[in-house]
C-alpha cells in the first residue's frame, strides 16, 4: 500500500545557510511538502554568526559581523522573515527589518605616514537608490552600466570626501547630496580641492571613457582586441607618468592616486586578460593572488601596499595559517567581491546591527520556522555521515546517506522541546550559555562546565541514528568545512572531489574582542562618525565603532562607547588541529594577552585620549559588569579589569573563517552537485557563486542547497549567482 | 562536474522527482540542468525581471535559462550597449551638472564678491565638458579604426541580401542630401534645427533623446527618424508634450549602425 507523505530533510547546522535553505523549503507556497529537522550543536543557531547575551545583557559575538549593502539574497531573506513574524512595534522594538539595522556610510582605513604615525582616513559613501532586498524590476545592479555609473559616483567620493583623522578634530562629512547644504567657507575650499585635484579628475575621466568603450565594443562579436589593449596601455602609461609626481609631495592626494593607480590597472588587466569576453568570467584569473594580477598589469607598488589593498585584505581575512606574510585572495573573487561592494550596495555600504546578529537574525528565523512546523533538535552534534555500502548499489545508481549518527549533547528535562530564547525587554534573544535548567543534569554540567561548541568537549549523555527513508529522505549538511574531515570520512574516502576540496578549501582561526567605555568617542579623541575601519596594525586590524548597540543592552549606567576589533590568529606550525583538550584555553589565553598589548600600545592611534601614557591603557576606562556604578573618576584602573571584557580565539573548526585563496576555488564544490544523491551541501565553503565567506555567501549557498531538492527558487531567482 | 555512470533508466527516474512518496522508498534528487553560475558577459546584459517572482510556485521551478541565453542580434546587442553607453555619460554629466549648480546657489549666496565662486564654477564645468570631450574623441578613434569597419563591411557581405544595407536602406540618409521632412506634432511654439555633418555614405539616423541644460527639465524623447510611406523618403517625426517647459533642447544624431556622430537635434520650445 502506497501512503503519501511529506518529504523529510534533516538539516545539520544551523548557521546562515542551513536557515536559508530551511526557510526555502518551508515557504507555504510548498504546502507542507518538505518536513525539515534542524540539528544544531550545542544550545544556539547561528553557527559563525551565533551571538549571546551576557552580563549586563550586554551583546556578545563570535566577532565582526557586518552586512554589506550588496546582499541582496540575504536581506530579501530576512525581510521576508520579519514580515511573516509580524511583530507588533508598540510591544517590541525591533519589530521591523530596518529597526534591526542602522546605515554605515564611512568606511575607513588606516595607513602608517612617511614618519611612522598612522592616519586614519575615512569616506563617506553617499546613500545609493533603493535597499538592499528591493525588488529590481527597473534596476539591474549587476550590469555594467550600473557598475560604471557607481564608479562615477566612487570617484566623486574620493575627490570630495576623503578626510584624515589624525587626532585633530575633522571636518563633518559631506556627501554630493549635502553640497547645498554645507557653509559657503566648506563649498569655497571643496571646489578649491577639486580643480586643486582637476589632473587626478580628468585622469578618472580617461577611465570612465574607457569603460564606456568597453561597454561599446564587448557587444560586437568580433573585436579588435589588441588595438583596445594598446589604447588603454597607452592611456595608463600616460596617467601614471603624469601624476605620479604630482601627488607623491601629499598623503591625501597619494590616498586617492594609489586608488585611481589600482583602477587603472583592473582596466588595463581586464583588456589584456579578455575578462569580457572569457565565458568564466572572472574566474578565469583565480589562480593569481589579487595584488599579483594587479603587479602584472602595472600597479606600482605602493599601490599594492596601499591601505586601501590592505583593508581589501583584511575584511577577507586573506591571511593563510593567520600569517600576515602569507596575505593571499583569488584575483577574480577578490575583483568580484569588490565590484559588489563599492559598486552594487543598495541605501548604505554597510549595514550594523543594531543588536547582536543572533538577536536580530537568528531568533526572528527560529521564530518564523517554528510557526512553519520546523523542527529544532538542540544538544545535536554530528559525529558521522554514513554511505550506502558500494556493493548495495544497483547498476547506475549514484551512492547516498544512508544514516547520519549524533552524540546527544544533552537531553531536556521530562522529553519537552528546548526553549532557547530569553526576553531581553521585550526582544527574543540568544543566551551566551545554555539554560541549564531545562537540562537534565543540567546543575551538574554546569558545575563541570561542559563546553556544547567547543571541538575538544566530547562529552555525551547518548547517542541518535538517523536513517535514510526513515528519519530522513534528503540532507543538507550545512555544517562548515573545518569539520568536514572529522564527520565526513567515508564521503572524503569515496570520492575525489570532495578529498580535493577538503585539502585545498582552507580556513583561519580568527580573534575578537569587545571592550565597552564609559566614556564617548570623542572624549577618547575620535570625533568622527561612527565607522568600520580596517588595514589597521595587527593584530586587530579591524575596528568597528557599535556604539548603537548601547541602547539594547541593561548596564545600570550605559556605555558610552562600544568597539569591536578583531583580525586573524596565527595558527601552530603544522596543518592538524592540535588534539590536545587544553588548545582552546590556551588560544583564548593568548587573544586576551593580544587585546591588552594592542590596547596599551597601539589603540592611541586610533583614539589619543584613551591612554594616560604611551604604552598605558586607560584601564579604568572599561565597563565592568560586575560595577554597581561608574567607578570614581580619577581612581586608576588595571590591565586585570580587562578580564570583564568579552574576547574568543575562533578556533573551532567550524568557526574558522573560509578562505577564498589562489588556485583553490575550483575545488569547492557546488550545493547543486549530485555526487551523493540525497545530500546537498550548504555554508560559505561551497561554491555558491560569490566564493568568498559572509553571510551573502552563506544565504546563496542555502537558497542553492533548496533549489537542489526542491528545484526551487529558480537560480535566476538567486540575485547575483549569474554573475561574471 | 561528475558524470554518473547510470544507465538510461536510472538517470530517467531521477530526473522526475515525486511530491510525495510511498514509505520506505528512498528519493534521490533530481539530476541539476547545470552546476555552476553563468559567468560570461551576457549576464552584464540580462534581463533581472525574473530577481522579482519568488520562486515557489511549481510552474516556474524548470525556468532556468540555457547556459548561453544571447541577446537577439547583433543589432539589437550593439543598441543596447550603445544605450548603456550613453546613459552612464549622460547620468555622470546630469550628476556634474547639478553639484554644479548646489556649487552655484551657495556661493552666490555669500561670496560671489570675491570673484572665487565664478571661477570655481568654470572650472568645475571645464572638468565635466573634457570628461565628456575625451569620451566622444575616444569613441571616435575606437570606432573610426579600420579593424572595426571592416568587420561592419564584412558582416553585411556575410550576411547577403538579409542584412541591412547602408547603402540602400529605405530610410537611410547622407549628410550631404537634402529630402529629409521633419513633422512637428506641438500645441507650442517650436523651432527645430538639424545640423547633420556631410558624409560619404549613406546611413540610418538614430536619435535617444533630448536634453535641456538645466538637468532638472525632463528630457525630450518622443522622436524618432522613420520612412515616409509615401513619399518612401525619411522623415524625423518630434512629438513636443504640452507641459513641456520652455527650453532649448539638444541632442546628437548617431549612426545606428556605427554608432558615430552624424549631427545635432536642436528643438527650442518657446513660452
Redesign the interface.
Known amino acids: 500500500m502506497t501512503v503519501a507523505r511529506p518529504i523529510k530533510v534533516a538539516v545539520v547546522g544551523g548557521g546562515c545557510a542551513s536557515i536559508a535553505a530551511a526557510f526555502e523549503l518551508t515557504r507555504p507556497e510548498h504546502g507542507g511538502k518538505y518536513d525539515v529537522t534542524v540539528y544544531q550543536l550545542g544550545w544556539r543557531l547561528g553557527g559563525k554568526g551565533a551571538s549571546g547575551r551576557g552580563p549586563a545583557l550586554r551583546i556578545e559575538e563570535h566577532g565582526l559581523h557586518v552586512w554589506l549593502g550588496f546582499y541582496e539574497n540575504a536581506f530579501r531573506l530576512l525581510r521576508e522573515c520579519y514580515a511573516e513574524l509580524g511583530r507588533d512595534p508598540k510591544k517590541c522594538r525591533i519589530a521591523d527589518w530596518r529597526d534591526a539595522f542602522c546605515n554605515d556610510h564611512e568606511i575607513g582605513i588606516a595607513e602608517q605616514s612617511r614618519r611612522g604615525a598612522w592616519l586614519a582616513w575615512t569616506a563617506h559613501f553617499p546613500p545609493s537608490e533603493g535597499l538592499p532586498g528591493d525588488p529590481l524590476t527597473t534596476y539591474n545592479p549587476f550590469a555594467l552600466g550600473s557598475y560604471l555609473a557607481r564608479a562615477a559616483a566612487l570617484l566623486r567620493a574620493l575627490l570630495f570626501d576623503v578626510k584624515t583623522h589624525d587626532g585633530d578634530a575633522p571636518a563633518p562629512a559631506v556627501s554630493p547630496a549635502q553640497y547645498g547644504e554645507q557653509s559657503n567657507e566648506h563649498l569655497i575650499v571643496a571646489v578649491q580641492r577639486l580643480l586643486r585635484y582637476g589632473l587626478v579628475a580628468t585622469s578618472a575621466g580617461v577611465l570612465e571613457a574607457l569603460t564606456i568603450l568597453e561597454v561599446l565594443l564587448k557587444t560586437l562579436p568580433v573585436l579588435p582586441e589588441n588595438m583596445l589593449t594598446t589604447f588603454i596601455e597607452s592611456v595608463a602609461q600616460t596617467i601614471r607618468r603624469g601624476l605620479e609626481d604630482v601627488v607623491m609631495a601629499d598623503d591625501e592626494a597619494r590616498c586617492r592616486w594609489e586608488i585611481i593607480d589600482l583602477m587603472v590597472a583592473i582596466f588595463v588587466g581586464a583588456a589584456r586578460f579578455g575578462l569580457l569576453y572569457d565565458p568564466r568570467g572572472l574566474d578565469a584569473i583565480n589562480d593569481y593572488d589579487c595584488r599579483e594580477w594587479l603587479r602584472l598589469n602595472g600597479a606600482s607598488e605602493r599601490s599594492l601596499d596601499s591601505a586601501f589593498m590592505r583593508g581589501l585584505y583584511d575584511l577577507a581575512l586573506a591571511y593563510e595559517g593567520g600569517d600576515r606574510k602569507r596575505a593571499a585572495l583569488a584575483a577574480g573573487q577578490g575583483l568580484r567581491g569588490s565590484l559588489r561592494m563599492f559598486f552594487t550596495y543598495r541605501g548604505a555600504m554597510f549595514w550594523k546591527m543594531r543588536a547582536g546578529m543572533g538577536d536580530v537574525v537568528f531568533a526572528p528565523f527560529y521564530e518564523v520556522l517554528r510557526r512553519r512546523g520546523v523542527k529544532f533538535e538542540f544538544f545535536h552534534r554530528l559525529e558521522n555521515v554514513k554511505l550506502s555500502h558500494s556493493g548495495d548499489l544497483a547498476p547506475g545508481e549514484s551512492p547516498s546517506v544512508r544514516a547520519l549518527e549524533f552524540d546527544v549533547q544533552a537531553k531536556i528535562r521530562g522529553g519537552r522541546e528546548y526553549q532557547p530564547l530569553i526576553d531581553v525587554n521585550g526582544l527574543p534573544c540568544w543566551p551566551s550559555q545554555p539554560d541549564y535548567r531545562q537540562l537534565i543534569h543540567g546543575a551538574q554540567m554546569r558545575r563541570q562546565k561542559w563546553d556544547f561548541e567547543s571541538h575538544w568537549d566530547r562529552r555525551k549523555v547518548g547517542r541518535k541514528t538517523l536513517r535514510v527513508s526513515h528519519d530522513f529522505d534528503f540532507v543538507v549538511l550545512g555544517v562548515s568545512v573545518g569539520a568536514i574531515p572529522y564527520v565526513c570520512k567515508e564521503l572524503v574516502a569515496r570520492n575525489p572531489r570532495w578529498r580535493e576540496m577538503v585539502k585545498h578549501v582552507k580556513t583561519v582561526a580568527t580573534q575578537a574582542f569587545q571592550i565597552w567605555l564609559h566614556k564617548k568617542m570623542p572624549a577618547l579623541g575620535w570625533a568622527a562618525p561612527p565607522v568600520t575601519l580596517s588595514a589597521f596594525t595587527e593584530p586587530f586590524d579591524t575596528w568597528a565603532d557599535m556604539r548603537q548597540c548601547a541602547p539594547e543592552e541593561s548596564w545600570p549606567c550605559r556605555p558610552g562607547a562600544i568597539a569591536y576589533f578583531c583580525g586573524v590568529l596565527p595558527d601552530p606550525p603544522g596543518n592538524s588541529i592540535p588534539s590536545d583538550p587544553r588548545y582552546p584555553n590556551v588560544r583564548r589565553e593568548e587573544v586576551r594577552r593580544h587585546a591588552i598589548d594592542f590596547l596599551n600600545h597601539q589603540v592611541h592611534h586610533l583614539w589619543p585620549a584613551a591612554v594616560s601614557k604611551p604604552g598605558r591603557f586607560r584601564w579604568e576606562l572599561l565597563m565592568d559588569p560586575k560595577d554597581n556604578r561608574r567607578p570614581k573618576r580619577h581612581k586608576q584602573g588595571n590591565e586585570r579589569r580587562f578580564n570583564s571584557q568579552h574576547w574568543r580565539a575562533n578556533v573551532n573548526p567550524t568557526d574558522r573563517y573560509v578562505l577564498a585563496l589562489p588556485g583553490t576555488l575550483k575545488y569547492r564544490i557546488s550545493p547543486l552537485d549530485n555526487t551523493y544523491d540525497n545530500l546537498t551541501i550548504a555554508g560559505d565553503w561551497t561554491d555558491c557563486g560569490f566564493n568568498e565567506g559572509c553571510v551573502e555567501a552563506a544565504v546563496m549557498s542555502g537558497r542553492l542547497a533548496a533549489h537542489a531538492i526542491a528545484q526551487s527558487p529558480s537560480l535566476e531567482d538567486i540575485i547575483g549567482y549569474d554573475h561574471p | 562536474m561528475?558524470t554518473?555512470?547510470?544507465?538510461s533508466?536510472?538517470?530517467k527516474r531521477?530526473h522526475a522527482?515525486k511530491?510525495?512518496?510511498?514509505?520506505?522508498?528512498?528519493?534521490?534528487?533530481?539530476?541539476?540542468a547545470?552546476?555552476?553560475?553563468?559567468?560570461?558577459?551576457t549576464?552584464?546584459?540580462?534581463?533581472?525581471?525574473?530577481?522579482?517572482?519568488?520562486?515557489?510556485?511549481?510552474t516556474?521551478?524548470?525556468?532556468?535559462?540555457p547556459a548561453q541565453d544571447s541577446p537577439d542580434t547583433?543589432d539589437d546587442?550593439?543598441t543596447?550597449?550603445?544605450k548603456?553607453?550613453y546613459?552612464?555619460?549622460e547620468?555622470?554629466l546630469r550628476?556634474g551638472q547639478r553639484?554644479a549648480e548646489?556649487?552655484r546657489?551657495?556661493?552666490q549666496?555669500?561670496?560671489s564678491k570675491e570673484g572665487?565662486?565664478e571661477e570655481?564654477?568654470d572650472?568645475?564645468l571645464r572638468?565635466y565638458k573634457?570628461?565628456n570631450d575625451?569620451?566622444i574623441d575616444?569613441?571616435g578613434?575606437?570606432?573610426r579604426?579600420p579593424?572595426?569597419l571592416s568587420?561592419f563591411n564584412?558582416t553585411e557581405q556575410r550576411n547577403g541580401a538579409a542584412a541591412p544595407s547602408r547603402g540602400k536602406v529605405p530610410g537611410s540618409i547622407n549628410g550631404a542630401e537634402g529630402g529629409l521632412a521633419i513633422e512637428i506634432v506641438s500645441k507650442r511654439r517650436t523651432q527645430v534645427t538639424l545640423d547633420l555633418r556631410p558624409h560619404p555614405q549613406r546611413y540610418i539616423p538614430l536619435l535617444y533623446a533630448l536634453h535641456a541644460p538645466n538637468p532638472r527639465i525632463p528630457p525630450l524623447t518622443e522622436m524618432a527618424f522613420r520612412l515616409d510611406k509615401k513619399t518612401k523618403g525619411p522623415i524625423l517625426q518630434i512629438k513636443i508634450p504640452d507641459r513641456q517647459p520652455a527650453a532649448l533642447y539638444t541632442g546628437v544624431v548617431i549612426d545606428k549602425h556605427t554608432?558615430e556622430p552624424r549631427g545635432m537635434l536642436s528643438v527650442r520650445v518657446l513660452p
Open positions: 561528475i554518473h555512470n547510470s544507465k533508466q536510472a538517470r531521477r522527482p511530491p510525495a512518496t510511498s514509505n520506505k522508498e528512498r528519493l534521490r534528487r533530481p539530476d541539476p547545470r552546476t555552476g553560475p553563468i559567468r560570461n558577459a549576464t552584464y546584459l540580462r534581463d533581472s525581471r525574473s530577481w522579482n517572482d519568488r520562486t515557489t510556485d511549481s516556474r521551478a524548470h525556468t532556468d535559462r547583433v546587442v550593439v543596447r550597449g550603445v548603456l553607453g546613459k552612464v555619460i547620468d555622470y550628476q553639484s548646489r556649487f546657489e551657495a556661493l549666496k555669500g561670496c572665487k565662486g570655481a564654477i572650472g568645475l572638468l573634457d570628461m575625451l569620451w575616444a569613441v578613434v575606437i570606432l579604426s579593424p572595426l568587420w564584412g554608432h
